[in-house]
Structure formats: C-alpha cells, structure tokens
C-alpha cells in the first residue's frame, strides 16, 4: 500500500461536523525508516482547520509532533499534520493554515547510558532526536510510562547530564528498538539543575 502525504488547505471544508462526528478513521502516517503506521480512531470534534480524534487504543505510540498523517474512513480522506497530543488517546490533527506547534529539535548521534528498575543493568543507547523536553533513544524497548534515568552529553557542552524522563512511545519488537521520553528532570553532575537540553 502506498500511502501518499500532502496538505490540501481546502480537505477540512469538504467535513460537516454534526456528521463526521464519532466517524471511525484511520489514520496512517510513515516512520523514520518509511514504515507504514497506522492507528484507528473515532472523530470527536471538526472545525474549520482542525480535527480532534480519540484512539481506539489508548496504549498505541502516536508519531512526533509534526508528522503527516492520512485519515481515511467513514469520511472523506483528509491530510495534514499531528498538531498536538492529549489525555486519554485524544490528538489534534492540523488541516491547512492552523500552524503547529514547534519545538527545536535536533538531529544527534550522542552515546549515553541508561537505567530502568526493569532492566537487570545499565544500557548503553544512542539519542538520535533531542528536543529542549525529551528524547528518542535507540538501543533500547520498553514499556510506556516506564521511568528511567539516562546519562549523555549534550551538543555543546563539556560535561555530561543526568536526566530522569517517562517513556511515552517504544518500538514493537524491532530491529533496532528505541524509546521516545519526556524529561521529568534534568541536572548537571553536582546537583546544579541544567538549561534546557538543547538550548544555545
């Protein structure tokens, strides 16, 4: 199947509300390796240049923020890109001109070692993607909500930093596993709390 990704200004306008919601959807989108992912959804609210879903499983990873995304289903197809994820499996998917929200992210290659309760010994990972409020993590795969603490060196600086973060999205059995996290803390050695990681 090849799914093909665009924004089109005017595919939110072609979804009368009052009918497309609790409209079944699927909404599919592809990874860092061109992978197809998809997940299915209900619609809960439409508007003009938005589109507010709920997950039918709550448990299953949403890409990052800013991804494409196809909805296809009990409405017309519709393109655009993940805007925002919420509570409970809900995440807004920005249709046309809404803007998304951004974050710095950067591209990294950066060795580090990680701790789990669940892992009989520290891990030696790579983080591949940085942001000032998380991480992916190759090298590793674990549940989601799992807390951990991981050690690296951040661009830019001499001394390394301790992080503790929740795992909010993990591979499924992959080839090379990985975890995405969300920093709950970050300090330098020392106790010193750090800048946010990532920032110039």
Do not use: Y
């Not at 009052?18 to 989108?29: G, I, R």
């Amino acid at each position: 199947m090849d799914v093909r990704l665009s924004t089109d200004p005017g595919t939110a306008k072609s979804i009368e509300p009052a009918q497309a919601v609790l409209a079944e959807v699927t909404c599919s989108w592809r990874d860092d390796d061109n992978a197809l992912e998809q997940i299915t959804a209900v619609l809960v609210h439409a508007g003009r240049n938005m589109l507010v879903f709920e997950a039918s499983d709550t448990r299953r990873s949403l890409p990052p923020v800013g991804t494409s995304m196809l909805v296809t289903g009990d409405i017309a197809p519709v393109t655009g890109r993940l805007a925002e994820e919420g509570r409970a499996g809900r995440f807004l998917i920005s249709v046309g001109e809404r803007p998304v929200r951004s974050v710095l992210r950067l591209r990294v290659s950066l060795p580090g070692t990680l701790r789990c309760e669940t892992l009989p010994e520290p891990v030696t990972v790579e983080i591949v993607d940085l942001t000032t409020g998380g991480a992916r993590i190759r090298g590793v795969e674990l549940a989601i909500a799992s807390q951990v603490a991981f050690e690296f060196t951040p661009p830019g600086r001499d001394a390394p930093v301790t992080v503790r973060a929740r795992v909010v999205h993990s591979s499924k059995q992959a080839v090379e596993p990985w975890i995405g996290v969300v920093f709950r803390l970050v300090a330098m050695r020392g106790g010193r709390q750090a800048e946010p990681v990532g920032s110039s």
